[in-house]
Nanobody, 124 residues
Framework: QVQLVESGGGTVQAGGSLRLSCAAS????????MGWFRQAPGKEREFVAA????????DYADSVKGRFAISRDNAKNTVYLRMNSLKPEDTAVYYC?????????????????WGQGTQVTVSS
């Protein structure tokens, strides 16, 4: 069993930056690929970023490539999402996930655990 707790959300002006954190419980954290998804009001949940179990490879949605960076610290059981050059369309609830082994697994929807989400609001 893995429990995920996100933090770091908030309100920021367009062009600003935020760093989300996701702390995981359980000794098996390092065996999972980790991901971030988001859901904006009235829209379906969508993939944002993923990182494989070791942190050696990652993948991103086209809409965030070059602006967001995912990383993980297996010693701290934590995954991060650094978000730069934020846009109003990035406004959403951001969810941390654990599941699969590779980033491709996450992109394909292999998710075993979800966090409760953290709100990110970008004002214009």
């Amino acid at each position: 069993q893995v429990q995920l707790v996100e933090s770091g959300g908030g309100t920021v002006q367009a062009g600003g930056s935020l760093r989300l954190s996701c702390a995981a419980s359980g000794r098996t954290f390092s065996s999972y690929a980790m991901g971030w998804f988001r859901q904006a009001p009235g829209k379906e949940r969508e993939f944002v970023a993923a990182i494989n179990w070791s942190g050696g490879s990652s993948d991103y949605a086209d809409s965030v490539k070059g602006r967001f960076a995912i990383s993980r610290d297996n010693a701290k059981n934590t995954v991060y999402l650094r978000m730069n050059s934020l846009k109003p369309e990035d406004t959403a609830v951001y969810y941390c996930t654990a599941g699969g082994i590779t980033a491709a697994h996450v992109v394909a929807g292999t998710v075993d655990y979800w966090g409760q989400g953290t709100q990110v609001t970008v004002s214009s």
